[in-house]
């Protein structure tokens, strides 16, 4: 098999190739049809999250082994399984769940994995699918595609399932109310469809890149805002024409958080994803006093994905642009990512 692996934070992917993986117990191998590059592998590649005030979360202090092969959104093939499978079949087409927990603690015998504290997530902290095969450690994490193609698929794994539990945090308010979301990435779009697929109001978009911008509306925003723009505030107030009862913000750093906070009216919600970096924002009493909500949402569990896999299923959701490149280009992916040349999302084919 072959894959690109992280050697050392920052430097480019190094191609590397081993033995065909063989599957022990539960394991299957997935034969990689699509994998997409996300946010998150930059950080990854880059070694560090910024926590504002000068300070910088380094992941080789968590425990994040090097080598490493990212990717964790992927869908493929099963080409082997452990003695131990019974319920997944060779030749099964499937996407990936990859925010395994320890199986063991409260939240993961909830069926809340992607919040334990002891992760085993593909593509993190074990290898990923920038490579032509990945081993699953159990069948429970691979969801059939059913017809679904892979490209498409693959990145509901992360950018979809991450909108769709952020989404879900806003319950029924979404019907009735416009939502605000900031950051009109491959994610920003993603939940703009997601949103309409649930039968949501629509939602208001704030980007500081007008293609971007223009890519939410093609996409189904219901307007969108330049949020560069000094008086972006006053912009996004009247584009709602009320009060905004609902923020998401998909960039996460102090400028978008305050943007989000400040439209918020009194009782509202923030649901915080982006983790562009910084310090939070907001003066204390300013949280009691307008009795908002702060919460910070972390991909999605695997109950999750099947449900968005169904929403799929239905044709619901619009297509977000979406560009496959060989896995060879996979540093190059990274770098336009990094340098927000990528509108919608790219998928590794290796
Ligand atoms: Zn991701
Ligand atoms: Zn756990």
Known sequence: ????????????????????????????????????????DLHIWEGSYDLGGGKRLMLKDRGIPLPLTPGHEVAGVIVRVGPEVTDRKVGEKV??????????????????????????????????????????????????????DAKIAAPYACSGLTSYSALKKFGATLKDEPLLVIGAGGLGLM????????????????????????????AGALAAVDGGAPDALAQVQQAFGGPVWAALDLVGSSQTGALGFDALAKGGKLVLVGLFGGATPWSMPLIPMKAATIEGSYTGNL??????????RT????????????????????????????????????
């Open 1 to 40: 098999m072959r894959s690109y692996q992280v050697v050392d934070f920052g430097f480019p992917l190094r191609e590397a190739t081993a033995p065909d993986p063989a599957p022990s117990g539960h394991e299957v191998v997935v034969a990689v049809e699509a994998c997409g590059v996300c946010h998150s």
């Open 315 to 350: 044709g619901a959701i619009p297509p977000i642009p979406m560009g496959a490149r060989p896995l060879a280009e996979a540093t190059q992916t990274l770098e336009d990512l990094k340098a927000g040349r990528i509108v919608g999302r790219v998928v590794l084919t290796p």
């Open 95 to 148: 996407l990936v769940y990859p925010w395994i927990g320890c199986g063991q603690c409260r939240v993961c015998r909830e069926g809340r994995e992607n919040l334990c504290m002891k992760p085993r997530c593909l593509g993190v902290h074990c290898d990923g699918g920038y490579a032509s095969e990945m081993v699953v450690p159990h069948s429970r994490y691979l969801l059939p595609l059913d017809g679904l």
């Open 303 to 312: 109950r999750e994905l099947a449900e968005l896999l169904d929403l799929l």
């Open 191 to 218: 939940t703009v469809t997601i949103l309409r697929a649930m039968g949501g109001k629509g939602a208001v978009v704030v980007d500081i890149d007008a293609k971007r911008r223009e890519a939410a509306l093609a």
